[in-house]
C-alpha cells in the first residue's frame, strides 16, 4: 500500500520536503488529472461541458468519502478562508453571543470569525494552549457559559500539530445545544475524520497540505440541517439553478450546500483533488498515517539526540503528529537552505513536517547536517 503511495510522488533527489504541513508536492494523478483537463479545455472547448462536471462531481463525491458526510453537503471554495468566511460572515450570532476558539489558531481561521464578532458585537473567546502546547478539549468544555453559540477550533494545530479531541467535545456541544466548527485542513486526509459520528456540525480546509493536491481549492462542510438557517455570503447565477438557467428576479437558493458556490468553479484544481483523494482512499488513511508517525518519529529521535528541544506535545494521547516544532541552533536555518530542505517558521521553533511519501533516506540526509 504505502509503497504505491510513495511512487505516486516524485522522488528526485535535489529538493527535500518537508513543509508537508505548509505547502506539500502533488501526486502524480493529480498531474495527470490537471494535464488531462488542460488539453480537453485546449483541444474541445464548451464540449467537455457535461464530462468535467461529472468529474468534479465525483470529486465532491470522494471528499465526502474521507470527511464523513454526504456530497451534497460540501461547497467548493477557493480558499480555506473562503468556506470559513462563509460560515462565521452568514451565521447567526447576535449581541452579547460567545465564539470560542483557541488563542493559537491560524488566521486564515481566527480573522473570519473575529470580524463577525465585531460586526455583530459578538465576544469572541480564546482559550490559550497548555505549557507543553497541547491543546486538551476540556480546556475549551471550561470556558463554555449560557452564551456560548459556536465552539470553532482547529482538528491540528499548524504550530506543533497538537490534536484536539473532537469527538469527545462533539458529545459536549451536541448536549448543550452548541454548534461545532472545525478547520480540519491540518489533519484531513493524515487521519481518520468522521464528521458525523462525532457531531460536528461544519468542517472547513483546502488542498494543498494532506491531500497533496494544487493550491486554490477550499472546501465547507455543513450538515444538510443547518443549511437553510445559513444564507449565501456570496451570490450568483449558481447559487439559485446554473450559467444556463434564464435570468428571474424569484430567486429561490438552492437547498444544498451547492447554494454557497455563487458560480463557475476551478474545474483544474478540484478534479486534480478529487484524484488526490482517491489515492488516499485507495491507500488508506490508516495506512498514510502509521508511516508519516514512523517517519516523524525518526526525525524528533535524532534531533534530541542531537541536542535540540522539540515542542511538540508528543507524549501525549491522540497527540501524534507529523509535525516536529525545534528550536534552531545558530546554524541550522542555513544548513537546510543549503541542501535544500524546505522547512517553515512557526512558533517556538522550526516546523518540520515529513509526509507518508517521504523515505527514511530523506530523513537520514536532513538530521546528517543538523
Known amino acids: 500500500m504505502i509503497g504505491k503511495f510513495k511512487d505516486s510522488f516524485y522522488q528526485g533527489s535535489e529538493r527535500i520536503h518537508l513543509n508537508n504541513g505548509g505547502l506539500a508536492p502533488i501526486s502524480k494523478q493529480a498531474r ?14 464548451f464540449y467537455t461541458d457535461l464530462d468535467y462536471m461529472n468529474d468534479v462531481l465525483h470529486s465532491r463525491q470522494s471528499l465526502a468519502k474521507l470527511i464523513g458526510c454526504d456530497h451534497t453537503e460540501i461547497a467548493f471554495f477557493q480558499s480555506t478562508a473562503g468556506g470559513v468566511s462563509q460560515l462565521a460572515m452568514q ?40 505549557k507543553n502546547l497541547a491543546t486538551p ?6 470556558k463554555i457559559t449560557d452564551k456560548t453559540k ?43 475524520f468522521d464528521m458525523k459520528k462525532w457531531g460536528v456540525d461544519a468542517v472547513a480546509g483546502g488542498s494543498h497540505k494532506w491531500l497533496f493536491s494544487p493550491v486554490g481549492v ?22 439559485f439553478g446554473t450559467c444556463d438557467d434564464p435570468t428571474s428576479l424569484e430567486c429561490i437558493p438552492k437547498l444544498d450546500a451547492s447554494k454557497f458556490e455563487a458560480g463557475s468553479k476551478q474545474v483544474l484544481e478540484i478534479t486534480a483533488l478529487g484524484a ?71 512558533g517556538p521553533g522550526v516546523r518540520l513536517s515529513p509526509a507518508a511519501f517521504t523515505t527514511d533516506e530523506v530523513i537520514g540526509r536532513v538530521l546528517s547536517v543538523l
Open 218 to 239: 477550499g472546501y465547507l462542510a455543513i450538515d444538510q440541517k443547518h443549511i437553510g438557517k445559513i444564507k449565501p455570503h456570496n451570490v450568483g447565477s449558481y447559487t
Open 137 to 142: 478539549y476540556e480546556k475549551i468544555v471550561e
Open 32 to 45: 495527470d488529472k490537471v494535464l488531462y483537463w488542460g488539453n480537453r479545455f485546449y483541444e474541445e472547448g
Open 150 to 192: 459556536i465552539i470553532a477550533v482547529s482538528w491540528v494545530q499548524f504550530l506543533t500539530g497538537a490534536r484536539t479531541d473532537i469527538e469527545a467535545l462533539g458529545k459536549v456541544t451536541k448536549e448543550k445545544g452548541i454548534f461545532l466548527f472545525v478547520d480540519i485542513i491540518q489533519g484531513l486526509g493524515l487521519h481518520h
Open 91 to 130: 451565521f447567526p450570532l447576535n449581541a452579547g453571543d460567545e465564539v470560542i476558539m483557541w488563542a493559537e489558531e491560524y488566521g486564515s481561521h481566527l480573522y473570519p470569525w473575529q470580524e463577525a464578532c465585531k460586526r455583530k458585537n459578538a465576544n469572541l473567546v480564546l482559550v490559550p494552549s497548555e
Open 276 to 346: 488526490s483523494v482517491d489515492l488516499i482512499l485507495e491507500t488508506g488513511v490508516s495506512h498514510i498515517e502509521t508511516e508519516t508517525i514512523r517517519l516523524a518519529k525518526m526525525l524528533r529521535l535524532g534531533l534530541e539526540q542531537k541536542g535540540y528541544e522539540v515542542h511538540s506535545p508528543y507524549e501525549l494521547k491522540n497527540h501524534q503528529t507529523p509535525m516536529v516544532n525545534f528550536i534552531p541552533k545558530a546554524t541550522t536555518v542555513e544548513s537546510l537552505r543549503a541542501i535544500p530542505c524546505n522547512f517553515a517558521i512557526r
